[in-house]
């Protein structure tokens, strides 16, 4: 299976939400769409359009912002799943009906506000990896490489009744130039 890359008929929020840098990339070309009220609806190409750009330089542009991610700092392709979230993971899909199943699973979703969320599917998506914890091997969590760009490495675990992601102690899901986890000195 193929990785899924951004292309053109993406979202801006959405490619600014799994690459991060893409933001800077497009203001290096002159266009400011990860900020503008649009970039919500519009798509890379359909901003792109409106600002005079043609197809070619829409490829290029893509083409830097791939670059860009490729350049960003390598995260580990996987998840890990603890115990106690395999257990609530087959819990909560008992209930819903989605598990027991051969292939259905729980996706780790980047959303369009740069924070993360878990869904039931029915089956991995073309190019996710599947994540399992040896407690429950029949549970199983799916992420997109893009996601992984962002979280790898990470933990999911349940505590206090919520899902945690705990992303690795030296390491944040958010852009090296906009990273607003950093501890803020009073």
């Not at 190019?127 to 760009?149: H, M, Q, W």
């Not at 705990?166 to 000195?185: F, Q």
Request: with cysteine.
């Amino acid at each position: 299976m193929a990785a899924r890359s951004i292309n053109k008929d993406m979202r801006v929020i959405d490619i600014v939400t799994l690459v991060p840098q893409a933001a800077d990339v497009m203001a290096i070309w002159g266009l400011h769409c990860s900020g503008c009220s649009v970039g919500g609806v519009e798509s890379l190409e359909e901003g792109c359009k409106a600002h005079g750009y043609g197809d070619e330089e829409i490829t290029l542009l893509l083409e830097d912002i791939e670059e860009a991610r490729h350049t960003a700092p390598a995260r580990p392709a996987n998840i890990i799943i603890s115990a106690d979230a395999a257990h609530a993971i087959k819990e909560i899909g008992t209930q819903e009906g989605k598990l027991p199943s051969d292939s259905a699973g729980l996706a780790v979703i980047v959303d369009g506000e740069g924070g993360f969320c878990m869904e039931f599917r029915d089956q991995p998506e073309e190019g996710d990896k599947i994540f399992i914890n040896a407690a429950e091997p029949e549970v199983r969590a799916f992420a997109s490489i893009l996601t992984l760009g962002r979280i790898g490495g990470a933990t999911i675990d349940f505590r206090e009744g919520r899902f945690k992601l705990d992303l690795p102690e030296d390491s944040c899901a958010c852009s090296p130039h906009n990273c607003s986890c950093k501890e803020i000195d009073n």
